[in-house]
Nanobody, 118 residues
Framework: QVQLVESGGGLVQAGGSLRLSCAAS???????????MGWYRQAPGKPRELVAA???????NYADYAEGRFTISRDNAKNTVYLRMNDLKPEDTAVYYC?????????WGQGTQVTVSS
């Protein structure tokens, strides 16, 4: 089993920045089985959507709206993934969820609220 704990959400004005963190914990075998971590978000009344993801080797992919504004990174030694969000817009308001995947399992964090005021 893997536990994911997010932090770093909050209220920010449009144009501002936030950095989200997600720390993974669990057995060594479970942690080492993670091959991809990512961030998803869900706004009220909308489906959960991918924001960005990063593999263990460092390959990344981003949603179109995140390209150029958001940066995902990971510290394998700390089992932590980060999402740096710049130039935030009101439409970025959502609950942001950390996600970790192995070959056969998917884990989710509890979510952290990001609210961007205009």
């Amino acid at each position: 089993q893997v536990q994911l704990v997010e932090s770093g959400g909050g209220l920010v004005q449009a144009g501002g920045s936030l950095r989200l963190s997600c720390a993974a914990s669990g057995s060594i075998l479970s942690i080492n089985a993670i091959n991809r971590m990512g961030w998803y978000r869900q706004a009220p009344g909308k489906p959960r959507e991918l924001v960005a993801a990063i593999t263990r080797s460092g390959s990344t992919n981003y949603a179109d709206y995140a390209e150029g504004r958001f940066t995902i990174s990971r510290d394998n030694a700390k089992n932590t993934v980060y999402l740096r969000m710049n130039d935030l817009k009101p439409e970025d308001t959502a609950v942001y969820y950390c996600n970790a995947r192995t070959i056969s399992l998917t884990y989710w964090g509890q979510g952290t609220q990001v609210t961007v005021s205009s």
